[in-house]
């Protein structure tokens, strides 16, 4: 499995194939753009220049962010996203490679308390470790009713409509089949 900054690398990679512009290119770009909020340069990113949420996300972040390459021990997304919830993070972290096997191409979007996962077209879930004992999943599943362990997701979230809380390695079992139908139904 690759780590977060192999992943981010990867990424940086591909910016000139997937965009059109090197990643240099694109702090330059910005640079003259004139934008200093995150939201406005992501929205500007998609919206005037067809990049997708994953890269824009990325570049936007390393754009308001020039320091970030010094410090690697503060790039771990994941450890940032598990502070104070440790105890947890084994359920995280399986939770995670079940969305890096789905098949399809998979967006890893990180946010403040959690991350935000897309299809090509758009979110169709959110890993959140919730507490010290609990992650939650969330998935979109229009018309779909909830069974089992996959629960509506009420007022949890309104960007999902379901929600799957996690204590146990054990009740990832079987997952992959509603997070798999999740991605299909958002592409």
């Given at each position: 499995?690759?780590?977060v900054?192999?992943?981010?690398?990867t990424?940086?990679n591909?910016l000139?194939?997937?965009?059109?512009k090197s990643?240099?290119?694109?702090?330059?770009h910005?640079?003259t753009?004139g934008?200093?909020?995150h939201g406005?340069?992501?929205?500007y990113?998609?919206?005037?220049?067809?990049?997708?949420?994953?890269f824009?996300?990325?570049i936007t972040?390393y754009?308001?962010?020039?320091?970030i390459?010094?410090k690697k021990?503060?790039?771990d997304?994941?450890?940032?996203?598990?502070?104070g919830?440790?105890p947890?993070?084994e359920?995280?972290f399986?939770a995670?490679?079940?969305f890096?096997?789905?098949k399809?191409?998979?967006?890893?979007?990180?946010?403040?308390?959690?991350?935000s996962l897309?299809?090509?077209k758009k979110?169709f879930?959110?890993l959140q470790?919730?507490t010290?004992?609990?992650?939650d999943?969330?998935?979109n599943?229009?018309g779909?009713?909830?069974?089992?362990i996959v629960?509506?997701?009420?007022s949890?979230n309104a960007?999902v409509?379901?929600?799957?809380?996690l204590a146990t390695i054990?009740?990832l079992?079987?997952?992959?089949t509603w997070i798999?139908?999740?991605?299909?139904?958002?592409?």
């Open positions: 499995m690759a780590t900054d192999e992943m981010t690398q990424m940086i591909n000139p194939e997937k965009t059109g990643f240099e290119e694109w702090l330059m910005l640079k753009a934008l200093e909020k406005e340069i992501v929205k990113l998609k919206s005037e220049h067809n990049v997708t949420h994953g824009a996300n990325l972040h754009f308001l962010n020039p320091s390459e010094e021990e503060d790039n997304l994941d450890a940032g996203l598990l502070l919830k440790e947890i993070s359920v995280f399986k995670k490679s079940i890096e096997g789905l399809g191409e998979v967006e890893f979007a990180y946010k403040k308390a959690y991350i897309r299809t090509p979110q879930a959110i470790p919730s010290k004992d609990r992650v999943i969330g998935l599943l229009k779909v009713e909830p069974e089992g629960q509506a997701a009420g949890w960007m409509t379901h929600r799957i809380k054990e009740e079992d079987g997952l992959e798999q139908r999740a991605y299909d139904e958002n592409c």
